[in-house]
């Protein structure tokens, strides 16, 4: 058997990116079992069922708003500040989520096979740009519209303008930014969400202390939002083409595990998957700890301080909370009608970031067994401290919803608790199980009880909320 090598004559000039990029269509083109025709037919008719259900559910959510707005009026103007602080701080948000995935990224075979040559890197990321340039855009319009559209406070276009110029700006700004200073761009992030929640805060104080809230602009802002935009995105535009060369292999690969880890979770329905991408990137970000003993006792006591000491390690948790407070506060404000309801979900979003060490035991068989103990004792062990999470958070948030009776306060808390538990222990996603008949065709019954567990007691503990006040 006699091997051919391939080598390059000496001083001959990589192929042009063109001429490579067209030699990778046609390779992939002879590897693709779809044609296109049925490529656009699965599009349109996905395009098709998000239009309908997603009107459906765009007009049904909005009636519902203004049916609790005209049951419990509250000040419009606060209302207005404090979506202004709401959408500022959801801008941090959005630039804290595009910086982690890159937002520019490539896979493994790019990555070893083009990434490392002398190729044109502009030419070969030119193309995920523009795609990524256009995905931001249009999905910010729509998104804006349909904010637009749920307010029924008009100017439809404008919105989606405003979320065209801005979702272009942000895109291109994470990309330069991808460029020029890799991960060390979370700045950006803690000063938009800095500045949307004091502008909150600053509204629930004042209005809570003396009965008052800044007056609403006299004109219309939208269009100078619309427009302030344009200018920022076609800057960031032209600096993000001319950086695409200084994006290196190790920023294209960043968010890679990421982007991988949101789509597993999001075919397979199974959100354990990116939440331990999560939970990973996080600890080794802590990188450096301080050790200590742990004081003598029972093993309850000495896992407990253990669950305490990794709460002191990850302030973010801490910081959730009091945002999640805040919330409460705010929707008081804005939308009494539905504080309630939203105080219950935000206890379960504030303990469930406490769970860390109860999802670790129930993940993980062999650290229970290298602990000792029954499984019953290590999981109620370690649900202690989110229940001792949701206690405080009730009380924090009790002067803005009202106490209730005392027996539906001791309920609501102790099924909070429970949903952490059920969604903490969650076990691995089981793709089978019985499946029943129905009007709408088969529903996967075993699926949806999986996926439902944990939410499912939140919704119970909703409607008995509902029901008594």
Request: charged residues 15%; positive net charge.
């Amino acid at each position: 058997m006699t091997t051919t090598a391939l080598m390059p004559p000496p001083g001959a000039a990589p192929p042009p990116a063109g001429e490579l990029k067209a030699r990778l269509r046609r390779a992939r083109r002879q590897h693709r079992d779809r044609s296109i025709g049925d490529l656009l037919t699965d599009l349109y008719m996905i395009a098709f069922l998000i239009a309908i259900y997603g009107w459906a559910g765009i007009d049904s959510f909005s009636d519902f708003l203004h049916r609790q707005v005209e049951a419990s009026p509250a000040d419009p103007a606060a209302r207005y500040w404090i979506g202004v602080g709401a959408g500022i701080a959801l801008s941090g948000f959005v630039w804290q989520g595009l910086t982690a995935v890159g937002p520019l990224q490539v896979g493994p075979a790019v990555q070893s096979w083009l990434a490392s040559t002398p190729i044109s890197r502009r030419a070969v990321l030119a193309p995920r740009f523009a795609g990524l340039a256009l995905a931001a855009a249009g999905g910010a319009a729509v998104l804006a519209a349909v904010a637009a559209a749920i307010g029924r406070s008009g100017g439809y276009v404008w919105a989606a303008v405003a979320g065209l110029t801005w979702g272009t700006a942000f895109a291109a700004g994470a990309v330069t930014a991808q460029a020029f200073f890799g991960r060390r761009t979370r700045w950006p992030a803690v000063v938009l969400a800095g500045v949307g929640g004091l502008l909150v805060l600053g509204v629930v104080l004042d209005h809570g202390l003396f009965s008052h809230a800044p007056a609403q602009p006299p004109v219309a802002v939208l269009p100078v939002v619309a427009l302030a935009g344009v200018v920022p995105a076609m800057i960031f535009l032209v600096l993000a083409v001319r950086a695409l060369p200084r994006i290196d292999r190790s920023t294209l690969s960043t968010g890679a595990r990421f982007a991988s880890a949101a789509s597993s979770a999001l075919l397979l329905l199974d959100p354990s998957m990116l939440a331990a991408v999560v939970e990973n990137q996080r600890w080794r970000a802590v990188g450096r700890v301080r050790t200590g003993r742990f004081r003598s006792g029972p093993q309850w006591w000495v896992l407990l301080q253990a669950d305490l000491r990794r709460i002191g390690r990850n302030p973010a948790a801490s910081a959730w909370w009091a945002v999640l407070v805040l919330a409460v506060y705010a929707v008081q404000v804005a939308l009494p009608a539905v504080a309630p309801s939203v105080q219950v979900i935000a206890a379960f979003l504030a303990a469930d970031r406490f769970a860390g060490g109860l999802r670790g035991i129930a993940r993980s068989a062999g650290l229970r067994r290298a602990i000792g103990g029954t499984d019953a004792s290590l999981k109620m062990t370690h649900l202690l401290v989110p229940t001792l999470a949701a206690i405080l958070f009730w009380l924090a948030t009790v002067p803005a919803v009202g106490a209730g009776p005392g027996w539906l306060t001791v309920l609501l808390i102790v099924g909070v608790a429970a949903a952490v538990y059920r969604t903490s222990t969650r076990g691995p996603m089981i793709y089978g199980g019985s499946v029943a008949e129905s009007p709408m065709g088969s529903m996967p019954v075993d699926l949806i009880r999986q996926v439902v567990r944990g939410p499912d007691v939140l919704a119970i503990l909703i409607a008995v909320q509902i029901l008594v006040r």
